[in-house]
């Protein structure tokens, strides 16, 4: 690296005096990220903010005076600037860091009880707070979250009548995301009509909030969203999202396919891995399938994508316009894995135009 490069100027909220203290001394270990300043309560922060101009924020959730959840939506209607969230595991901390990536944090890390799992986990922060310095922050504040639409065709019974079979779909997409996805997905899934083809989805997230982050999905779509499980079926109509602690692949089951969920390392830094799902797509569905690869930071996803273009498959890559980071779409297209690149508000559209398109491009 450079030394010219400025670094990342940081500040870290939080009302854990050891929290603040073992996650600015262990991020500023990285020579291209500068902590800034500390501040033990919103109130604090925010003459800080406005006195020591950072270039990223890590915020707690849980704090006293005004909660993170609070103080994020007013930084974000005066002073916008990249937030990551770095909240306690709880159903109640998990509910409230997605509320915080739908009002505009651009990512969301679990905070661990230990101080020997902290500093593990400012590794991890320390290039997503790299990522978040570049983050296209206007993506959030220029596009409004789409509107609830349909919720009475919520239930299961509702989207396919009980009496028939599960439908069995000609087409499958598969989409992975990271940084910035929780909007993009939602902006996307929004478009999707009840009817359209299974959807299999990787968004790197912790366990602990892809559930809450399924639950929005659904309220928000016209599909059925589901928090995968192992053994789901694919069926027309339904979105299996994969839970933050488990690779998902695809398998073939009788004239249709299933998820495996499966434990194992992370690939590519991350669990669930994009690749894992792509690679796995492209060895047993690829002529039948759309992939699609969404904001985010690092390259996961890029070689599954190209193998599944190379097998046969359609895919679509986020075009840097409408990304809040411009990385895994980029290594995608770099590589070769992206048949065309479309900004968020093109690529509904598009899927539905491919449904019964074949393929351009051959192995």
């Known amino acids: 690296m450079s030394a010219h490069i400025k670094p ?48 990223v924020v890590t915020l707690d959730i849980e704090m006293p005076k005004m909660d993170g959840l609070t103080f994020l939506k007013k930084l974000m209607k005066f002073y916008p600037i990249p937030v990551i969230v770095v909240s306690t595991l709880s159903q109640k901390g998990s509910d409230a860091a997605y509320q915080a990536m739908a009002n505009g944090a651009v990512d969301v890390v679990g905070k661990p009880a230990s101080s020997k799992q902290l500093k593990q986990l400012a590794c991890d922060l320390q290039e997503k707070i790299k990522a978040a310095a570049g983050a ?21 019974s509702l989207v396919r009548p009980a009496s028939r079979p599960a ?53 928000i779509s016209p599909m059925q969203v589901v928090h995968a499980s192992d053994g789901d079926a694919l069926e027309t109509g339904k979105v299996l999202l994969a839970p933050g602690d488990q690779h998902m692949l695809l398998q073939p089951r009788g004239v249709g396919y299933v998820v495996k969920l499966k434990d194992g390392p ?24 759309i992939g699609v690869i969404l904001t985010g930071m690092g390259d996961d996803g890029a070689r599954g994508l190209l193998a599944m273009r190379n097998a046969g498959s359609r895919t679509v890559g986020e075009s840097e316009s409408s990304c809040v980071v411009y990385g895994m779409p980029r290594e995608a297209y770099e590589m070769g894995g992206v048949e065309v690149q479309l900004p968020l508000d093109q690529i509904a559209r598009r899927l539905q135009s491919m449904i019964n398109q074949p393929a351009k491009r051959s192995a």
């Open 266 to 289: 992370n690939v590519n830094r991350h669990k669930p891995s994009v690749d894992v799902l792509f690679k796995s797509v492209a060895q047993h569905a690829a002529k039948k399938t």
């Open 136 to 156: 296209k922050l206007s993506r959030y504040l220029t596009t409004a979250p789409p509107a609830i639409t349909k919720p009475q065709l919520k239930s299961a």
């Open 167 to 219: 439908a069995v779909s000609d087409t499958i997409v598969a989409i992975g995301s990271s940084t910035g996805g929780t909007q993009a997905l939602r902006h996307l899934l929004a478009e999707l009509p009840a009817d359209f083809p299974p959807v299999v989805i990787v968004q790197h997230m912790p366990l602990a909030f892809t559930e809450s982050f399924s639950q929005s999905l659904n309220r």
């Open 8 to 55: 990342v100027r940081v500040m870290v909220i939080d009302d854990s005096a050891v929290v603040r203290q073992v996650l600015s001394n262990s991020i500023a270990l990285d020579r291209q990220i500068e902590v800034v300043g500390v501040a033990t309560d919103p109130f604090d922060a925010r003459d800080k903010i406005v006195n020591l101009r950072p270039d």
